[in-house]
């Protein structure tokens, strides 16, 4: 198990951008996919993006827009998000597990760590 905690949110105008980062405790962070999630007021809590290892993969929604990447000596996990837009205002969760194989896990059941989640707001 991993205890997670994620940072970076806040307000920002429509076309800006925020970097979020998921520090990891343990020192076999590495060895975890990470993927990140969001849920807006009323709605569903939605993949956004994950890593594992060199593989990446996207929503469609945020693709040419956000960006993951992790640096494992830092135990961090970022999503740098550009062009922001208001419908990307939500709770962002990160959420990791033990690797089984490359592929990235897109629903949130497949994930068993979770942080406490930031809030992106994004004005219009």
């Known amino acids: 198990q991993v205890q997670l905690v994620e940072s970076g949110g806040g307000l920002v105008q429509a076309g800006g951008s925020l970097r979020l980062s998921c520090e990891a405790s343990?020192?076999?962070?590495?060895?975890?996919?990470v993927g990140w999630f969001r849920q807006a007021p009323g709605k569903e809590r939605e993949f956004v993006a994950g890593?594992?290892?060199?593989?990446?993969y996207y929503t469609d929604s945020v693709k040419g827009r956000f960006t993951v990447s992790r640096d494992n000596a830092k135990n961090t996990v970022y999503l740098q998000m550009n062009s922001l837009e208001p419908e990307d205002t939500a709770v962002y969760y990160c959420a990791a597990r033990v690797r089984v194989d490359t592929a990235v896990i897109t629903v949130k059941e497949g994930y068993n760590n979770w942080g406490q989640g930031t809030q992106v707001t994004v004005s219009s």
């Open positions: 343990g020192r076999t962070f590495s060895s975890y996919l």
């Open positions: 890593i594992n290892r060199g593989n990446t």
